[in-house]
């Protein structure tokens, strides 16, 4: 059954402690926690004090997406703030594989995020060392964007990419997720979905968690 990791990005900031609540009520898995600089992307979300407000009240592992150039500057602080899954966007990192062993070193699973253009025949010489795929269903920086369709297409390749090397890998999808589109994406190949303004923006959070968890 696919992991359900709700984006709060979406969330709240005025009542975090209640949204971080509602998530570790909810049949979800992971917290998913985007971090944007305003540099990578065209805009900035929030930094380390959030992060911090974050894990205080969250029960379930923290899945840190960087959207900021140059992340091997703060992998260490971002251990020490309780990530458990820490992503770096291949198109930031220069040398992917001495960050992803950064990521490691620190106790960290480590993600590549993909964007929409990046094909992912570019992980081909790195997979095996790559706990988590995350591919941009949307041009990275906002929430409530639509979802990118020929990300279908990428789930498969990439789920072959991940059994032609026998790598251990996680395909998890970023931006534009709902009960619309869920369905495929598992069956595509999907093991994580992330979720943000269709979770936060509903009426009932809790069962639109459940219906995407169980779609
Ligand atoms: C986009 C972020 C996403 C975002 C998803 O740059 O990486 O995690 O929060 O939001 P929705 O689900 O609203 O597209
Ligand atoms: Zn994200």
């Given at each position: 059954m696919a992991r359900i990791a709700p984006s709060i990005l979406a969330a709240d900031f005025g009542n975090l402690q209640q949204d971080c609540e509602m998530v570790n009520k909810s049949v979800s898995?992971?917290?998913?926690?985007d971090i944007m600089d305003g540099v990578f992307v065209p805009n900035i979300s929030f930094g380390m004090p959030v992060l911090?407000?974050?894990q205080k009240h969250a029960a379930k592992p923290l899945d840190v997406h960087l959207m900021i150039v140059d992340p091997d500057r703060y992998?260490?602080?971002f251990a020490e703030l309780g990530a458990q899954i820490l992503t770096v966007?291949?198109?930031a990192c220069t040398h992917l594989h001495r960050s992803l062993q950064k990521i490691k070193s620190c106790?960290?699973?480590a993600g590549v995020a993909l964007n929409p253009h990046t094909p992912v025949t570019h992980l081909e010489s790195?997979?095996?060392?790559i706990d988590l795929v995350c591919l941009m269903s949307v041009n990275p920086g906002f929430g409530g964007q639509s979802f990118?369709?020929?990300t279908y297409k990428k789930v498969t390749a990439t789920k072959e990419l991940i059994q032609k090397h026998k790598a251990?890998?996680?395909?998890?999808?970023?931006g534009g997720v709902t009960d619309k589109n869920a369905r495929e994406l598992k069956t595509a190949g999907a093991d994580v979905l992330v979720a943000g303004s269709h979770i936060f923006k509903a009426t009932d959070p809790l069962a639109t968690i459940e219906k995407l968890k169980n779609t």
């Open positions: 898995d992971w917290f998913h926690i911090k407000a974050i992998i260490e602080n966007h291949y198109e106790g960290m699973q790195i997979i095996t060392e990118i369709p020929s251990n890998t996680l395909i998890e999808i970023d």
